[in-house]
């Protein structure tokens, strides 16, 4: 398991910069399947994500691809957030 701190940041810095167009789907795809194991809540949200991104292409337009994604991306700073405070 790694440090929850870190996940949070990196979660909310991949979510942005794709938000922005600044990171690409593919980038985002690889990111969310090498996480590592972390506890619960974290890890709920974690495999839903690598469930969601395992898929190499989908026939979605590519808007509300992109809303799914980052709705699976905020899944997991915000789950983190939650228990935390």
Request: proline share 4%.
């Amino acid at each position: 398991m790694k440090n929850v701190d870190d996940l949070i940041s990196s979660a909310k810095t991949v979510y942005a910069r794709y938000a922005a167009s600044r990171m690409e789907r593919e980038t985002v795809r690889e990111w969310v399947l090498g996480l590592s194991e972390y506890r619960e809540p974290y890890a709920t949200a974690i495999r839903e994500a690598m469930d969601w991104f395992k898929p190499l292409s989908s026939t979605e337009p590519h808007e509300s691809l992109k809303a799914k994604d980052l709705d699976r991306l905020r899944a997991i700073f915000e789950v983190v957030s939650a228990k935390i405070t």
